[in-house]
């Protein structure tokens, strides 16, 4: 007896995607550049500033933020953050979007 196996793959699309709360974060957004555009009284330690004037959130050697505590993985100026990091909502599409491009 002859047996035939056929295995079918189905593609499947509109998988939710979890959450993402405080606890799972993965801080992808602390590795985008973050142009300088209004006064939030972000510290001036954490404030890049180039040959043209232009300012952008500091980020250290290893292409993190300079406001990101390593060990919460949680802004440490968060109440003076920048416009741009305000308008960058938790589990927006541009969040999704940031952890899948760093898995």
């Given at each position: 007896m002859n047996l035939l196996l056929l295995f079918m793959i189905i593609k499947v699309e509109n998988l939710p995607v979890p959450e993402v709360t405080c606890s799972n974060c993965q801080a992808c957004c602390c590795h985008l550049e973050v142009i300088i555009i209004s006064e939030t009284g972000v510290p001036r330690?954490?404030?890049y500033v180039d040959e043209h004037g232009s300012e952008t959130m500091l980020r250290l050697d290893d292409g993190w933020c300079s406001a990101l505590n390593r060990d919460t993985l949680m802004c440490?100026?968060?109440?003076?953050?920048?416009?741009?990091c305000r308008e960058f909502e938790m589990g927006s599409y541009e969040c999704i979007t940031e952890r899948k491009d760093k898995a």
């Amino acid at each position: 007896m002859n047996l035939l196996l056929l295995f079918m793959i189905i593609k499947v699309e509109n998988l939710p995607v979890p959450e993402v709360t405080c606890s799972n974060c993965q801080a992808c957004c602390c590795h985008l550049e973050v142009i300088i555009i209004s006064e939030t009284g972000v510290p001036r330690q954490h404030i890049y500033v180039d040959e043209h004037g232009s300012e952008t959130m500091l980020r250290l050697d290893d292409g993190w933020c300079s406001a990101l505590n390593r060990d919460t993985l949680m802004c440490s100026i968060y109440e003076s953050r920048p416009w741009v990091c305000r308008e960058f909502e938790m589990g927006s599409y541009e969040c999704i979007t940031e952890r899948k491009d760093k898995a």
